[in-house]
C-alpha cells in the first residue's frame, strides 16, 4: 500500500457490503508494504431495490428505476426546445431527436504501449459491443464507431486481471457524438484512474435533433444583399434604376459610363446654334450662318442706316419694337449693340423678316452680355438671353 516508498503513489483498500457498509478499509495514514489476511463476518444485507418512474414516456423516468413508485406524472412532448431556433415549440418538454446515430468510442493509453490484456464493453439494452482493446501499434489513441439509440442509458465496463492491472491505471476512454462527450473514464492515472468492473460507467447519448437555427439576413433573391442561408428576414439593399449591384450600368451600348435609359441625344459643339450642354450622345449641329453685310457693324454709318431701316416700322411692330415711338433708337454703344443682336436674330427666322444692313453672331452677343428680343411676324415679342 505504500506505493510512496517505492516513488508511486500511496493507495487505499476498501471493503464493503452490498448495502455499502464498510467493513476493512486501509489507507491515509496507516501503510503498509503488505497485508496479511483476516477473518472478516458478513451480516446477511439486504440492499434497496432503486425505485423511481419506470416509464420513458414521462420526464420523471429514471432509468437505473426497477420498481414504478408512481412518480411518473408529466408526459414527454417531443419537439425543438431551443428559443433561438425558428421552430422552437414552447409546449415541448422533451428535445426531439434523431431515433439513432453513430457515437464514437475513444479509448485512450497514456504510455501508448498497448493494454496487456485489459478490454473495454459496451451495452445498451439488450445489445453489447466488445471486447475493445489497445495494442502497442495503436499508440496513444483508438477509435471505434458505434451505433447507439438516442436517449437510452448505455454502460461501459473495464476488465482487467493479472499482470494487465499492474498498467490498467494508463488506460481510458470517453464517448462523444452530436452533442459532444457524454461519458468519460480513466481521464487520469491518479486523479482518475480507470475503474474496473462490477463498476459500470453509465451516460445517456442524444443524437443530432431537429431544430432549425435562425439566420437572418436578407430572403430576396433580386436584392443585392440575398442571402440564401438567412431563414428570418433582414434588411436588404436594392440597386438604382438602370444599374446593377455593382452601380454599373446594366444597358451601355457606348461604354461611355451613361446607361442607355439615361442618354441625352444633341449637340455638343459649344459653337454650334443648337448646342446642348446636357447631351451625353452626339446629334447632328447646326452651324451660325452669316450673310455677307456691308458695311461692317463697328460704323456709326453701318448703324445709322441700320436704325434708319428700323426707324420705318412702328412702335407695335413685333420685328423691331422700342419702348415707344418717342424713345430714340440706341446709339452705337452696348445698347446700340443690344439692337444688332436684336437684328441677328431676327435674320433666323423666316425670310418675310427686314434683313438687316449688318448683324452679330449669336457668341457676340453673349460677349456683351445683353438681352435678346426675339421676334416673329405673326406673334408678340419674347425676351430672352443668349447663351
Not at 2 to 21: A, K, M, P, Q, T
Not at 81 to 98: H, Q, R, S, V, W
Not at 260 to 288: H, I, K, R
Not at 367 to 380: C, E, F, I, K
Request: glycine share 10%; charged share 15%.
Amino acid at each position: 500500500m505504500c506505493g510512496s516508498c517505492y516513488g508511486g503513489v500511496d493507495g487505499n483498500l476498501f471493503v464493503s457490503n452490498l448495502c455499502g457498509d464498510e467493513l476493512y478499509y486501509v489507507g491515509d495514514t496507516t501503510q503498509y508494504e503488505s497485508i496479511g489476511s483476516d477473518i472478516i463476518v458478513v451480516d446477511p444485507c439486504f440492499p434497496p431495490i432503486p425505485q423511481g418512474c419506470t416509464d420513458p414516456w414521462f420526464t420523471e423516468y429514471d432509468p437505473s428505476a426497477v420498481i414504478d413508485d408512481g412518480s411518473c406524472q408529466t408526459e414527454v412532448i417531443l419537439g425543438c426546445t431551443d428559443p433561438g431556433a425558428i421552430n422552437f415549440n414552447e409546449d415541448a418538454n422533451t428535445l426531439e431527436t434523431e431515433d439513432n446515430c453513430d457515437f464514437t468510442l475513444t479509448l485512450t493509453d497514456g504510455a501508448g504501449d498497448g493494454w496487456f490484456g485489459s478490454w473495454i464493453g459496451v451495452q445498451q439494452g439488450d445489445e453489447i459491443w466488445g471486447p475493445f482493446t489497445m495494442y502497442p501499434a495503436d499508440e496513444f489513441e483508438k477509435e471505434i464507431q458505434i451505433p447507439l439509440y438516442s436517449g437510452e442509458a448505455v454502460n461501459v465496463m473495464f476488465f482487467t486481471q493479472g499482470n494487465a492491472e499492474t498498467t490498467a491505471s494508463q488506460c481510458g476512454f470517453y464517448f462523444d457524438g452530436p452533442n459532444g462527450v457524454f461519458m468519460e473514464g480513466g481521464t487520469n492515472p491518479w486523479s482518475d484512474a480507470i475503474k474496473k468492473f462490477p463498476f459500470k460507467y453509465n451516460g445517456v447519448p442524444v443524437c443530432g435533433d431537429f431544430c432549425v437555427p435562425g439566420i437572418q439576413g436578407c430572403t430576396l433573391s433580386f436584392a443585392c444583399n440575398y442571402n440564401p442561408e438567412a431563414n428570418v428576414d433582414g434588411d436588404c439593399t436594392f440597386p438604382i434604376e438602370y444599374y446593377g449591384c455593382d452601380n454599373e450600368c446594366i444597358n451601355d451600348t457606348d461604354g461611355d459610363g451613361v446607361c442607355d435609359e439615361l442618354e441625352v441625344v444633341g449637340c455638343q459643339d459649344p459653337t454650334a446654334f443648337n448646342y446642348n450642354e446636357s447631351a451625353t450622345d452626339p446629334a447632328e449641329c447646326e452651324e451660325v450662318v452669316l450673310d455677307a453685310l456691308t458695311p461692317p457693324c463697328s460704323t456709326t454709318t453701318s448703324w445709322r442706316t441700320q436704325r434708319t431701316t428700323a426707324a420705318s416700322h412702328s412702335s407695335t411692330d413685333a420685328r423691331f419694337q422700342r419702348p415707344s415711338t418717342t424713345t430714340p433708337w440706341p446709339t452705337p454703344t452696348t445698347e446700340a449693340a443690344s439692337f444688332q443682336c436684336l437684328v441677328a436674330w431676327i435674320l433666323t427666322l423666316p425670310t418675310t423678316m427686314y434683313t438687316p444692313t449688318c448683324l452679330l453672331t449669336r457668341n457676340a452677343c453673349t460677349t456683351l452680355g445683353v438681352s435678346l428680343v426675339l421676334a416673329n411676324h405673326t406673334g408678340p415679342t419674347t425676351t430672352a438671353t443668349l447663351g
